[in-house]
């Protein structure tokens, strides 16, 4: 019988481990899955993990799809990882981002076709503003009236959704477009594109956007006193309080700051690798990004890494259902395992087991 | 006359990694008698007490019960046996009346008719007036209790255990639970009574076991003993009382005016017109059973709760509507009842609490980044100047022992150099050296001029080192009265008394 002891403390080295311990547990659990479907386990996890990154004929292709799927991951995580520790849900980054992108896409569009230097940074102002403003709707429900940030940020990325297909569909079509729904393709406006800054590494203003958010996040949490003021809202909301932490005021702030970086992320989204407004824009960054925040333990470090490897499971995934036929359902259900382990190896980190004989009869 | 022994423990012994909780503890209790448990936190009677009661299983050693081999393996064998234990932390549920919460505790509860009669029945008996139909919610800590001890006499008990039990009661309560004590004492009972309030034991105990560090370092009758000597026989060291500070006082510091406020709490209490005033160099003790607005005022002057601009001043200023940093800049320092959890973060680090309340007054943060070179410096002076012993300041706040937490809690506020002073329960729950250590340290911090509000259920520490008295009653402040020259009956009148007494006098009539 195995039973549980709570730490005095929480346990550094389980801390820092679990997440590794999770991953190993997701390839025994997900490789005995992909011998049932009738696969060579071995092979699948090559697949899904090895290939993408080394394999002679892909990975020309696959690698810098790691960085171009990581960094809205990693961006959007990066914000709600900090109303997270402080009990603040923001569930909604999903509609922060479709938002973000419309607002930063129809300021470009706006200034098509002018040329200049200033277009791109004016987008990038228009998207954060945009992801923002949407955040801010749940945020003061919230603070206002008690209503449920986490019901109302969730519902509204389905409003966010109808949004994005009217402007598909609407305000911002392509009029050169021949009636097909879609905004004009930034690929075809340089000054309102976000390009590939260094040729086959998928590197774009959003990963240094991203490698930013990690690094800032970073000092905010260890050195900054609203970091600290997170943290103790999170752990022990009557310290707060006494510590002088007006809970209204963080949850504008954590939401503003989740709200922008959604945007942002939104923004360089569609004005580099998307292209453009398109009725499937909402690609559920939005929603990973949630998975890829806990995966990381909240810890922008761990994001980082997090987000690296969550991109790595999609682009190993996609590679996996092409190379051996594996059904999409399958991927999905390993990428469940991860996120699954990951909770159930946590427990470690506050609990020590203990491994307790069958009693014996006195 | 020697009476027949109830229970006996041979050579108890139980450890915990790191620690011997209780080491070759050996002790009698005979039937009838009350029988005193004595000793500092951490000294063992918890772990001893919860061996008794079948919480934890020990490492070596027996027990006998009544002559038979005793060895519980749960609470609800050792209680088959006729054990039962009042625990200083009532289990009940606010939201359910007397008779509902007493059944929650019973491996077979009968019928809820039958049960009131029963409880009815037991509380004529014993002189403890409830009524089995009210909300838990709506009684005082003292008849809470009372659920507690009922629900334990309704298994007929050979021996009970009660771990603290007046901490939370008045004067008058007090002296109601000591007749009912007595009274199960005379038809045999025995009592296991957990204290370290030493008069108490003095009047109502017939012996008494001292423990040191997990051992039996005693045993006496401690009517025999002054409580100065029991005291020095627990910590092991001479003891000094505080010197009290005789330096006049100045010009008023904290003035509170006709503050009423609602509790933020569903079950709390509002303050109802509260109006005080504290000099500089003055300590005011405010008097009060647990529950009757002493969270609400301590978070109405920290800050945690607003108010009218004018019905908190600090030196004169207005400071009802500002926050908890805006009146640390003002001089007041506040220091909550809970330890872990309010008046500290219990996974942070003594570092990163000392910078919770001490950052505004210790200029601990510039252009909003944290001094963590400072910070810890701050931590590591708290640790020194008021004898925290920790293994680092780098340890979890829920690492610490509570005595030791609340030393740092209490240093971390009076080593800020604050005008005004709150504390809440400054010694709840903290041994009696470190009691010690923490009252002499509130009354320098008057001496040295701030203004002091403690805000506490024990009376003797009240007396000790209070200037001036006023009580606590639903919300509402009696005027302060000075404390030389008061007596405990004075005092337990100005609490409002007994809850319930008028019922038991209509009993006794």
């Given at each position: 019988m195995i039973t549980l002891e709570r730490r005095p403390g929480p346990s550094r080295f389980w801390t820092a481990v679990t997440p590794l311990l999770a991953v190993v547990l997701t390839m025994v659990a997900g490789g005995a899955m992909f011998a049932i479907l009738g696969k060579d386990p071995v092979v699948a996890i090559r697949t899904i993990f090895w290939d993408p990154l080394f394999h002679p004929d892909f990975a020309a292709y696959s690698r810098p799809q790691l960085l171009v799927k990581a960094a809205p991951l990693i961006l959007i995580a990066i914000g709600l990882s900090l109303g997270f520790r402080a009990g603040i849900w923001n569930i909604g980054a999903e509609g922060q981002y479709i938002l973000g992108a419309i607002c930063g896409a129809a300021v470009g569009l706006g200034f098509y076709p002018t040329e200049a230097w200033y277009v791109f940074p004016l987008m990038v102002l228009a998207g954060g503003l945009g992801g923002w403003l949407w955040a801010m709707i749940p945020a003061l429900l919230r603070t206002r009236f008690n209503s449920s940030e986490i019901l109302v940020s969730l519902l509204l990325v389905y409003v966010a959704q109808s949004i994005l297909s009217s402007m598909a569909l609407g305000a911002l079509r392509n009029p050169e477009g021949g009636g097909f729904p879609g905004s004009r393709n930034f690929a075809s406006y340089p000054s309102g594109a976000n390009p590939e800054l260094v040729a086959g590494t998928g590197l774009h203003w959003g990963v240094a956007a991203a490698c930013i958010a990690v690094i800032a996040a970073f000092v905010l949490l260890q050195r900054h006193i609203l970091g600290f003021q997170i943290r103790l809202a999170g752990e022990a909301p009557k310290a707060a309080r006494f510590a002088g932490v007006a809970p209204d005021r963080l949850v504008v702030l954590c939401f503003g700051i989740s709200g922008t970086l959604a945007g942002l992320a939104g923004l360089f989204e569609v004005a580099g690798p998307a292209g453009q407004i398109s009725i499937d824009f909402g690609s559920g960054y939005g929603f990973t990004a949630i998975i890829v925040a806990f995966l990381g333990r909240l810890n922008p470090i761990g994001i980082l890494l997090a987000g690296l490897l969550m991109a790595l499971t999609y682009i190993g995934g996609e590679l996996a259902q092409f190379m051996l036929g594996l059904p999409s359902a399958a991927i999905q259900a390993f990428q469940g395992m991860l996120l699954f382990f990951l909770l159930a190896v946590d427990l470690l980190s506050n609990y020590r087991p203990r491994f307790v004989g069958p009693r014996r009869p006195a | 006359m020697t009476r027949p022994a109830l229970l006996t423990a041979e050579g108890l012994t139980k450890a915990y990694p790191g620690v011997v909780a209780n080491s070759d503890v050996s002790f009698a209790i005979a039937e009838g008698e009350v029988h005193a448990l004595l000793g500092e936190n951490g000294a063992g009677k918890s772990t001893l007490v919860k061996m008794i009661y079948g919480l934890v299983k020990p490492d070596a050693g027996a027990m006998t019960l009544r002559g038979a081999p005793f060895a519980p393996s749960k609470p609800s064998a050792a209680r088959a046996r006729g054990v039962a234990m009042v625990f200083q932390h009532f289990s009940l549920f606010?939201?359910?009346n007397v008779a509902e919460n007493v059944a929650l505790g019973m491996e077979k509860p009968p019928r809820m008719g039958e049960l009131a009669g029963r409880i009815r029945t037991v509380s004529r008996d014993y002189g403890l007036p409830l009524d089995p139909d009210r909300l838990v919610g709506d009684l005082s800590a003292g008849e809470r209790q009372r659920v507690e001890i009922i629900r334990c006499l309704l298994q007929d008990p050979k021996l009970l255990i009660m771990d603290e039990p007046t901490s939370v009661l008045t004067p008058q309560e007090v002296d109601i639970l000591f007749q009912t004590l007595r009274q199960l004492a005379r038809k045999g009972t025995a009592i296991l009574y957990i204290s370290h309030k030493l008069e108490e034991i003095r009047s109502l105990c017939d012996t008494a076991t001292i423990l040191r560090r997990g051992k039996v370092v005693a045993s006496c009758t401690p009517r025999q003993k002054s409580a100065r000597e029991l005291a020095e026989l627990m910590v092991g060291k001479v003891l000094n009382a505080p010197a009290r500070s005789e330096a006049p006082k100045g010009a008023v510091a904290l003035e509170v005016a006709n503050l009423s406020l609602r509790s933020p709490g569903a079950f709390g209490t509002a303050l109802k017109g509260v109006s005080l005033a504290v000099r500089k160099g003055e300590i005011l003790g405010i008097a009060g059973v647990a529950g009757n607005g002493q969270d609400e005022l301590l978070l109405a002057l920290s800050g945690e709760l607003r108010s009218a601009r004018d019905a908190v001043r600090i030196d004169g200023a207005g400071m009802g509507d500002r926050g908890p940093n805006a009146r640390r800049r003002a001089g007041l320092v506040a220091a909550p009842e809970e330890r872990l959890g309010h008046a500290a973060a219990p996974d942070m680090s003594l570092t990163e609490n000392a910078l919770l309340s001490g950052a505004v007054r210790q200029a601990l943060v510039r252009r909003g980044f944290i001094d963590w070179r400072a910070t810890r410096a701050f931590a590591e002076g708290i640790v020194r100047d008021y004898d925290v012993r920790t293994p680092?300041?780098?340890?979890?706040?829920?690492?610490?022992s509570g005595g030791n937490l609340q030393k740092f809690v209490v240093g971390r506020e009076l080593s800020q150099d604050p005008g005004v002073v709150v504390v809440n329960q400054p010694t709840w729950g903290v041994d009696a050296s470190a009691a010690a250590a923490i009252r002499q340290a509130l009354i320098d911090r008057a001496a040295a001029g701030a203004a002091v509000v403690v805000i506490s259920q024990d009376l003797d520490e009240l007396i000790e080192i209070a200037d001036r008295f006023a009580a606590l009653n639903g919300g509402r402040l009696s005027a302060s009265r000075p404390t030389r020259g008061l007596s405990v009956d004075e005092i337990g009148l100005m609490m409002g008394g007994a809850h319930g007494m008028e019922a038991a006098h209509l009993d006794h009539a």
């Amino acid at each position: 019988m195995i039973t549980l002891e709570r730490r005095p403390g929480p346990s550094r080295f389980w801390t820092a481990v679990t997440p590794l311990l999770a991953v190993v547990l997701t390839m025994v659990a997900g490789g005995a899955m992909f011998a049932i479907l009738g696969k060579d386990p071995v092979v699948a996890i090559r697949t899904i993990f090895w290939d993408p990154l080394f394999h002679p004929d892909f990975a020309a292709y696959s690698r810098p799809q790691l960085l171009v799927k990581a960094a809205p991951l990693i961006l959007i995580a990066i914000g709600l990882s900090l109303g997270f520790r402080a009990g603040i849900w923001n569930i909604g980054a999903e509609g922060q981002y479709i938002l973000g992108a419309i607002c930063g896409a129809a300021v470009g569009l706006g200034f098509y076709p002018t040329e200049a230097w200033y277009v791109f940074p004016l987008m990038v102002l228009a998207g954060g503003l945009g992801g923002w403003l949407w955040a801010m709707i749940p945020a003061l429900l919230r603070t206002r009236f008690n209503s449920s940030e986490i019901l109302v940020s969730l519902l509204l990325v389905y409003v966010a959704q109808s949004i994005l297909s009217s402007m598909a569909l609407g305000a911002l079509r392509n009029p050169e477009g021949g009636g097909f729904p879609g905004s004009r393709n930034f690929a075809s406006y340089p000054s309102g594109a976000n390009p590939e800054l260094v040729a086959g590494t998928g590197l774009h203003w959003g990963v240094a956007a991203a490698c930013i958010a990690v690094i800032a996040a970073f000092v905010l949490l260890q050195r900054h006193i609203l970091g600290f003021q997170i943290r103790l809202a999170g752990e022990a909301p009557k310290a707060a309080r006494f510590a002088g932490v007006a809970p209204d005021r963080l949850v504008v702030l954590c939401f503003g700051i989740s709200g922008t970086l959604a945007g942002l992320a939104g923004l360089f989204e569609v004005a580099g690798p998307a292209g453009q407004i398109s009725i499937d824009f909402g690609s559920g960054y939005g929603f990973t990004a949630i998975i890829v925040a806990f995966l990381g333990r909240l810890n922008p470090i761990g994001i980082l890494l997090a987000g690296l490897l969550m991109a790595l499971t999609y682009i190993g995934g996609e590679l996996a259902q092409f190379m051996l036929g594996l059904p999409s359902a399958a991927i999905q259900a390993f990428q469940g395992m991860l996120l699954f382990f990951l909770l159930a190896v946590d427990l470690l980190s506050n609990y020590r087991p203990r491994f307790v004989g069958p009693r014996r009869p006195a | 006359m020697t009476r027949p022994a109830l229970l006996t423990a041979e050579g108890l012994t139980k450890a915990y990694p790191g620690v011997v909780a209780n080491s070759d503890v050996s002790f009698a209790i005979a039937e009838g008698e009350v029988h005193a448990l004595l000793g500092e936190n951490g000294a063992g009677k918890s772990t001893l007490v919860k061996m008794i009661y079948g919480l934890v299983k020990p490492d070596a050693g027996a027990m006998t019960l009544r002559g038979a081999p005793f060895a519980p393996s749960k609470p609800s064998a050792a209680r088959a046996r006729g054990v039962a234990m009042v625990f200083q932390h009532f289990s009940l549920f606010e939201a359910l009346n007397v008779a509902e919460n007493v059944a929650l505790g019973m491996e077979k509860p009968p019928r809820m008719g039958e049960l009131a009669g029963r409880i009815r029945t037991v509380s004529r008996d014993y002189g403890l007036p409830l009524d089995p139909d009210r909300l838990v919610g709506d009684l005082s800590a003292g008849e809470r209790q009372r659920v507690e001890i009922i629900r334990c006499l309704l298994q007929d008990p050979k021996l009970l255990i009660m771990d603290e039990p007046t901490s939370v009661l008045t004067p008058q309560e007090v002296d109601i639970l000591f007749q009912t004590l007595r009274q199960l004492a005379r038809k045999g009972t025995a009592i296991l009574y957990i204290s370290h309030k030493l008069e108490e034991i003095r009047s109502l105990c017939d012996t008494a076991t001292i423990l040191r560090r997990g051992k039996v370092v005693a045993s006496c009758t401690p009517r025999q003993k002054s409580a100065r000597e029991l005291a020095e026989l627990m910590v092991g060291k001479v003891l000094n009382a505080p010197a009290r500070s005789e330096a006049p006082k100045g010009a008023v510091a904290l003035e509170v005016a006709n503050l009423s406020l609602r509790s933020p709490g569903a079950f709390g209490t509002a303050l109802k017109g509260v109006s005080l005033a504290v000099r500089k160099g003055e300590i005011l003790g405010i008097a009060g059973v647990a529950g009757n607005g002493q969270d609400e005022l301590l978070l109405a002057l920290s800050g945690e709760l607003r108010s009218a601009r004018d019905a908190v001043r600090i030196d004169g200023a207005g400071m009802g509507d500002r926050g908890p940093n805006a009146r640390r800049r003002a001089g007041l320092v506040a220091a909550p009842e809970e330890r872990l959890g309010h008046a500290a973060a219990p996974d942070m680090s003594l570092t990163e609490n000392a910078l919770l309340s001490g950052a505004v007054r210790q200029a601990l943060v510039r252009r909003g980044f944290i001094d963590w070179r400072a910070t810890r410096a701050f931590a590591e002076g708290i640790v020194r100047d008021y004898d925290v012993r920790t293994p680092g300041v780098g340890v979890a706040a829920r690492a610490l022992s509570g005595g030791n937490l609340q030393k740092f809690v209490v240093g971390r506020e009076l080593s800020q150099d604050p005008g005004v002073v709150v504390v809440n329960q400054p010694t709840w729950g903290v041994d009696a050296s470190a009691a010690a250590a923490i009252r002499q340290a509130l009354i320098d911090r008057a001496a040295a001029g701030a203004a002091v509000v403690v805000i506490s259920q024990d009376l003797d520490e009240l007396i000790e080192i209070a200037d001036r008295f006023a009580a606590l009653n639903g919300g509402r402040l009696s005027a302060s009265r000075p404390t030389r020259g008061l007596s405990v009956d004075e005092i337990g009148l100005m609490m409002g008394g007994a809850h319930g007494m008028e019922a038991a006098h209509l009993d006794h009539a």
